[in-house]
């Protein structure tokens, strides 16, 4: 697929390499492996739970391992991704389905479901915003994450709060789905849909809040985890 990128999405291209995907996307590599697989089938598992899409559009797939997942449980899934190299990566009975792109450009259809999983922090703030808009005009119903905090990592150039995303999504007819925990996915994920009635900003506001306790007490887990681990270790030594 063809596509008119800014200058700053097309230097951007070039970064998403294989060393990226091995070691900039956390403590462990994110590669074909059964614990990504395991997550991913999970987060499928619970899509369908809570959603029940009958198709759905990953934006930002990365090595498609939510697009293979929701096949797998008969959901039909496309996704995009800018990184040649990610998607040189997906499950070959699945390469159809995903395509080099920006997803700041139309997806060319409509959806049940799009998906949008850390990516928009890796965008900058002009083409994030238009990514929003390609992503409302797809759907009624979106699944969103990105980080709220996450300075160090160098590709994260667009960190904005939970707010400011949910406020854009506003502007655009979108109010979160209080009924739908999406922790499943990461403290900071959240469902939006559509709605025909006006948005209240405290609404937004304490939506926000509920997230920003979220991520606290994840936060607070894995300290916790990481005591008790190192406590372990200086025990049996």
């Known amino acids: 697929m063809k596509t008119d990128n800014s200058p700053e999405i097309d230097s951007l291209q070039n970064i998403y390499n294989g060393e990226y995907y091995k070691s900039h996307c956390g403590k462990i590599p994110y590669e074909r492996s059964r614990l990504w697989l395991d997550f991913f089938g999970g987060v499928a598992d619970e899509i369908i739970r809570h959603l029940k899409p009958k198709n759905v559009f990953d934006a930002g797939c990365a090595l498609g391992f939510l697009v293979e997942s929701l096949w797998d449980r008969g959901v039909r899934t496309k996704g995009r991704d800018f990184s040649t190299f990610a998607i040189s990566q997906v499950r070959p009975d699945i390469a159809a389905f995903c395509e080099v792109g920006s997803i700041t450009d139309s997806f060319n259809g409509t959806y049940d479901l799009v998906t949008c999983i ?20 797809a759907t009624s119903v979106i699944l969103f994450s990105s980080s ?43 469902v939006m849909r559509r709605t025909e009635s006006a948005i209240d900003l405290v609404h937004l506001q304490l939506f926000a809040q ?7 007490l994840a936060d607070r887990e894995e300290r916790l985890n990481a005591i008790r681990n190192e406590a372990s270790s200086t025990a049996d030594v």
């Open 118 to 137: 850390e990516v928009i922090e890796h965008i900058p703030e002009v083409e994030a915003l238009k990514a929003i808009e390609a992503m409302t005009a």
């Open 148 to 190: 709220p905090t996450d300075l160090t990592e160098p590709t994260h150039i667009n960190v904005k709060p939970p707010i400011y995303w949910l406020m854009r999504f506003a502007e655009r007819g979108f109010a979160p789905d209080v009924l739908v925990d999406a922790s499943f996915l990461a403290p900071q994920a959240f």
């Open 210 to 216: 509920s997230i920003r306790l979220k991520i606290a």
